[in-house]
């Protein structure tokens, strides 16, 4: 799933190579901890990416690691980290999994265990250079621990070495051109170089990188939002081609963030689209607003349009409704034909009910009126559950407009007859804690 | 389906967590279908009236994090002068540097993108360590912590005891 793809500079740490850890986390940005995306140097010499630092500016204008005042316009690009980074993301899978393959993970006996399945895979890795290097056979000093590529380049580079011939000229130190001794100071002035014999073309992304491809789009200026007035602001996402739907403070948000979109792609050496950058932005907006915890800041909380979400989610409360519904008619038909059964389903429910905690948060049951819910508590579990599906489908009927989340849930809930407990106090006992066991470890390979 | 920055992010510390745990600390998402919603336990740092005791914590991050910080509350009830009655944990670093109406936070030690949910819940740990009595979230237990501190370690202590059942 989503996580494969996640990978941090830790991941060495139980390999061979744990010296790597530094380095990788070198390459990473501190703000997404991800590796560099079009890193941005700062004033203050940081390196973040692009649109890291750009969104932690416009949100607070300094730089996130030593709290210096920068502007985005100040930021400048860090070519060399892109292309450090670009040739470690080549690497890396297959140093990982070499080093993986050897690692006796993170023991403290790791040395002795590496000198022993070094000899043990000594043939191995022999013929495996073997194929790398093109050649059929291995020349007898093989067995060293470097590999078989490095001393075919060693020989590669021996190759072009030529000995000085004896003819009492020397040659150029840059296009190798033999001539008289006096002759050379001259002729550096005016030589072009080494001779056209370009062994190693200069790689196709080195060039991308020297030249940058067409600098034709213009970043885009801050906009002092307090000054534009409603119509202007909408006129602005319009010429651009974004959405004018919303209120006031979301209109905001969605041009600042397309700005910081905008202009972190004019720094990327290949410039996205802009009908991606707009598909960028409308998901950016869709994780804002739904999803994930409901904490924020006061200012999301202002933000928040409770129209809105009621309807949005209008539809899962009518099916926690009717799945309420039908859970009642299977426990009604499943009470009638047994008659000794409900009672003997009731003891075991006894203690569920003598620690029914009030449910998680006590505001959502007391809109359910006090009569009810003291009711509730003392009768048994079957009518009880009828009781509670009753409030919530009288609440849902009678007012429909509220958002009815904590009512109908304590109805779902009841409805089962074992209210899930809230990881209160009592719940939780530290001493029995099992790290495994714990809910913590979804990720664990 | 593409993952917001902040599920990004998480996912990345959390990775950074399993692969190279502090000691004394276990944090991770509660489900899957939530990664800005993590649990956490902190040992009591040796030396101090905490040890031995386990305190489960939650975090809440915000849906812009890293930009802002997350909220962070103990599950069960913590005797601290820095620590609401709530379980509201009160520390400089979960405070975003904008606004401080007490004045008394240095902006270095306050919330910043490169903070991370392992550096909260170091300085978390350090804070029990050493409480802050100048701008206390429960007035009381800094007061008792000031002015008669063998009572407020046995105060500790037995809550320990009582929470770990002995």
């Known amino acids: ?445 | 389906m593409a993952q917001s920055t902040a599920q990004r992010r998480l996912l990345q510390e959390y990775r950074a967590l399993t692969n190279n745990p502090p000691e004394g600390i276990t944090a991770g998402p509660v489900s899957e279908d939530d990664i800005l919603h993590w649990e956490c336990l902190i040992q009591g740092p040796e030396d101090t009236p905490f040890e031995g005791g386990v305190f489960p914590a939650e975090l809440k991050f915000p849906k812009d994090y890293p930009l802002a910080p997350p909220s962070m509350k103990f599950l069960v009830d913590l005797w601290h002068p820095n620590v609401y009655p709530s379980g509201l944990v009160c520390i400089s670093i979960l405070h975003p540097p904008g606004d401080d109406p007490n004045h008394y936070e240095l902006a270095a030690e306050r919330w910043s993108p490169i903070q991370s949910v392992e550096k909260i819940l170091i300085s978390v740990m350090s804070m029990l360590a050493e409480p802050n009595d100048e701008s206390p979230a429960n007035v009381e237990a800094a007061k008792m912590w000031r002015d008669h501190r063998d009572e407020y370690e046995r105060k500790v202590r037995d809550s320990v005891l009582k929470m770990l059942g002995l």
């Open chain 1, 1 to 445: 799933m989503v996580e494969h793809d996640v990978t941090d500079s830790t991941d060495w740490l139980s390999t061979p190579l744990s010296a790597l850890t530094p380095l990788e986390s070198a390459l990473r940005c501190q703000v997404c901890k991800d590796f560099y995306t079009t890193p941005m140097l700062t004033s203050c010499s940081h390196t973040f990416c692009s649109l890291c630092i750009r969104r932690a500016l416009a949100s607070d204008m300094k730089c996130p690691l030593c709290r210096a005042n920068d502007q985005e316009m100040k930021l400048r690009s860090n070519w060399s980290m892109e292309e450090a980074v670009e040739a470690w993301k080549g690497a890396r899978s297959r140093t990982l999994e070499m080093a993986r393959s050897r690692g006796a993970p993170g023991s403290p006996k790791r040395k002795a265990n590496e000198v022993e399945l070094e000899e043990q895979t000594g043939s191995k890795r022999l013929r495996s250079s073997a194929r790398l290097s093109g050649k059929a056979t291995m020349p007898s000093y093989a067995p060293k621990p470097i590999g078989g590529d490095d001393i075919v380049q060693i020989s590669d580079g021996e190759e072009e070495f030529e000995p000085e011939p004896d003819d009492g000229l020397v040659s150029c130190p840059s296009c190798r051109k033999r001539m008289k001794e006096w002759q050379v100071f001259t002729h550096l002035n005016t030589c072009t170089g080494p001779s056209p014999k370009p062994k190693t073309p200069p790689k196709p992304q080195l060039g991308a990188f020297g030249q940058p491809q067409q600098k034709a789009k213009d970043r885009l200026p801050a906009v002092n939002y307090s000054m534009l007035k409603d119509n202007a602001l909408r006129k602005r996402l319009a010429d651009l081609g974004l959405s004018t739907q919303g209120p006031r403070t979301i209109l905001e948000s969605r041009h600042r963030e397309f700005l910081t979109l905008w202009n972190a792609n004019c720094d990327a050496v290949y410039p996205k689209r802009k009908a991606q950058l707009i598909s960028d932005l409308e998901s950016w907006e869709r994780a804002q607003r739904t999803g994930g915890a409901n904490r924020g800041t006061m200012v999301k909380d202002k933000e928040f349009d409770g129209v809105a979400w009621a309807q949005k989610h209008g539809d899962s409360f009518k099916d926690l409704v009717a799945e309420a519904l039908r859970n009642r008619a299977v426990a009604k038909s499943k009470s009638i034909p047994e008659d000794g059964g409900p009672a003997a389903e009731h003891e075991p429910r006894k203690p569920a009910e003598e620690s029914l905690p009030f449910p998680s948060n006590p505001a959502a049951v007391v809109p359910i009126t006090a009569g009810d819910g003291v009711a509730m508590l003392s009768r048994p579990a079957n009518e009880q559950e009828d009781q509670a599906i009753h409030v919530a489908v009288r609440v849902t009927e009678s007012s429909s407009d509220i958002p009815l989340a904590g009512r109908t849930y304590h109805a779902q809930n009841a409805s089962h007859g074992e209210p899930r407990p809230r990881q209160d106090c009592d719940n939780v006992v530290p001493a029995q804690f099992d790290p495994g066991a714990h809910g913590t470890g979804f990720l664990r390979d």
